[in-house]
């Protein structure tokens, strides 16, 4: 057989009728497109930890389990004792993990629609079923909607981010009671951008035994290390740890993160920096007459009326500014761009280039 027959034969249609994850090139742009923390550590600090990393022992298995992670990070975030951490490199392994438990099984998966794109892309990886539940004209829970959903999808897990990605909203607290409450499902609350918001549901998984909670640290300032964890009873955190890989948190990102947790007040001090910078853009777009999204993250959503987002888009690329086009990915977000909140600098960059654009 030749290779595009071999290909044919043994590639799933799925896999060869998708496409990578694109990655846009930032190199030399003020990038403001992937909800990264823009702050970097004190040089001093970077001194420091180069001395532990150059320490680690490459030639070793990193520590199965990252222990010495856990109890600065459960003091850091003031998990209870009652309840367990599971480690993933970044959130999407841990995504993974959850779906892939599901392959065979016929059961499928849930989350908001719209919401974080890996849902539904990994649910596909893995062959298992994916229904989207609507979102009402506030972008909240359309509980009824939700309820016949979940009828006639019968799921084994529900993924809900807090905030929502990519509008940057909270949904009610009392309608995802609701859903709880009525669902044999595991609920997922994704909390990813827990650092610019005051909202905080770890509680949740010691009231309701189907909530678990997902947390990653890429949006603090770790993006690099791919550290993410899964927060939960004991007895769930047990069954998926059966399929996590073993050795999946390498020695160098165990290192970095070790290291950053005894520096946690920069980490806190910058996530302030980032939530006061965002007021700041939201009211520099307004008043230049867009519409900005409430958002409790650290991006924000611009409806660009008049002007359309694919121009602006484009053009801010040709000013060195890269964002997130909303447009064309999903109905509701049509002519809109996500951006995410930088420094001050980064963000008067971004409004000096849009001011150029607007007012060709």
């Given amino acids: 057989m030749t290779r595009d027959e071999l290909i044919q034969a043994l590639i799933p249609e799925r896999v060869r009728q998708g496409a990578a ?11 403001l497109d992937a909800m990264e923390n823009p702050y970097r550590w004190p040089q001093s600090l970077r001194d420091e930890l180069a001395i532990r990393l150059a320490d680690c022992a490459l030639n070793r ?26 480690f993933g490199n970044g959130s999407d392994e841990i995504i993974g993990l959850l779906i892939s438990n599901l392959i065979g099984t016929g059961r499928s998966v849930c989350a908001p629609d719209p919401s974080f794109v890996m849902f539904q892309v ?31 999808a019968d ?45 905080d549901y770890l509680d949740w998984a010691e ?3 189907n909530v678990v909670v997902m947390r990653t640290l890429s949006k603090v300032g770790l993006a690099g290390s791919r550290f993410g ?43 302030g920096l980032i939530r006061q910078e965002r007021s700041r853009l939201s009211s520099r777009l307004s008043e230049r007459g867009f519409s900005v999204w409430h958002s409790e993250a650290n991006f924000v ?34 002519n809109t761009l996500r951006l995410t909140v930088g420094t001050p600098d980064e963000s008067d960059a971004l409004l000096s280039a849009l001011d150029q654009l607007v007012a060709r």
């Avoid at 975030?77 to 599971?86: A, G, K, N, R």
């Avoid at 909270?170 to 650092?195: N, P």
């Avoid at 002007?307 to 109905?331: I, N, T």
């Fill in 301 to 334: 959503v611009m409806d660009c009326g008049v002007h359309a987002a694919r121009d602006l888009f484009e053009g801010l690329k040709q000013h060195q500014v890269l964002v997130k086009c909303l447009d064309g990915s999903h109905p509701r977000l049509t």
């Fill in 207 to 209: 009231r309701y035994p």
């Fill in 155 to 199: 799921p084994a897990l529900i993924f809900v981010p807090q905030p929502n990605n990519p509008t940057g909203n909270l949904f009610s607290k009392d309608r995802l009671a609701q859903i709880v409450e009525s669902t044999q499902a595991l609920i997922v609350i994704d909390e990813a951008y827990t650092a610019f918001t005051d909202a």
């Fill in 61 to 86: 298995y990193p520590d199965p389990h990252a222990d010495s992670i856990r109890a600065p990070l459960a003091q850091w975030m003031q998990i209870p004792e009652t309840l367990d951490l599971l």
């Fill in 122 to 152: 990994l649910a596909n990886q893995y062959s298992v079923p994916f229904r989207a539940l609507p979102l009402d004209s506030e972008f909240d829970i359309d509980v009824d909607g939700w309820m016949d959903g979940l009828m006639e």
């Fill in 229 to 271: 964890m899964l927060i939960g009873h004991p007895e769930w955190i047990v069954e998926f740890d059966k399929i996590r890989l073993p050795y999946n948190i390498n020695v160098m990102s165990q290192t970095a993160v070790q290291f950053a947790l005894e520096y946690a007040s920069i980490l806190e001090e910058q996530s």
């Fill in 21 to 31: 994850y694109q990655i846009p090139d930032a190199t030399g742009m003020v990038k």
